[in-house]
T-cell receptor, first 112, second 112 residues
């Protein structure tokens, strides 16, 4: 069964600290993996998109990693800011079938 | 300029009514989508249109019907609204089915 699981479900960190969000998937065949940030009351915004051959991709303070062998991805946030408070959603695309599988997201709260 | 815009932002209506949500994108994308986000914040794809052709149609009730007058618009029409239809509905667009999707701000539908 094609699934995307994210952990932790929620996370609270102090401003300035680093954190890592996890995404494990069973989607096959794999096409690409995306991380989205969704602020409360807003639509998701793309952070990174990674294909099979990419291990790491950065977007400012956000760094995503992908291990296609173990079917795991992580999103590392460096020097967190209050504006990083949001839900982070992992999305995996299946090759050929044009299907997208969404994780349930990790709710990150950054406190001063 | 807003890339993907949805109207209305909020919609409150009674059971049994028929309502429409409009979506427009000015990105020149050829593919548009509708997603439903339930109270658990899980995003589920409902429909996508590519050049006016339905290419994904998840198992949603036939009370929901997408209507695309042109490739810049994909409206969602819902007949005989039910309590369980209450959710946030997101419109998105992309160039091709494999590229990053850009989301609208969402329409919060409340059925009373």
């Amino acid at each position: 069964k094609n699934q995307v699981e994210q952990s932790p479900q929620s996370l609270i960190i102090l401003e300035g600290k680093n954190c890592t969000l996890q995404c494990n998937y069973t989607v096959s065949p794999f096409s690409n993996l995306r991380w989205y940030k969704q602020d409360t009351g807003r639509g998701p915004v793309s952070l990174t998109i990674m294909t099979f051959s990419e291990n790491t991709k950065s977007n400012g303070r956000y760094t995503a990693t992908l291990d296609a062998d173990t079917k795991q991805s992580s999103l590392h946030i460096t020097a967190s800011q209050l504006s990083d408070s949001a839900s982070y959603i992992c999305v995996v695309r299946q090759t050929g079938a044009n299907n997208l599988f969404f994780g349930t997201g990790t709710r990150l709260t950054v406190i001063p | 300029d807003t890339a993907v815009s949805q109207t209305p932002k909020y919609l409150v209506t009674q059971m049994g009514n028929d309502k429409s949500i409009k979506c427009e994108q000015n990105l020149g994308h050829d593919t548009m989508y509708w997603y439903k986000q339930d109270s658990k914040k899980f995003l589920k794809i409902m429909f996508s249109y590519n050049n006016k052709e339905l290419i994904i149609n998840e198992t949603v009730p036939n009370r929901f019907s997408p209507k695309s007058p042109d490739k810049a618009h994909l409206n969602l029409h819902i007949n005989s609204l039910e309590l369980g239809d209450s959710a946030v509905y997101f419109c998105a667009s992309s160039q091709g089915g494999k590229n990053i999707q850009y989301f609208g701000a969402g329409t919060r539908l409340s059925v009373l």
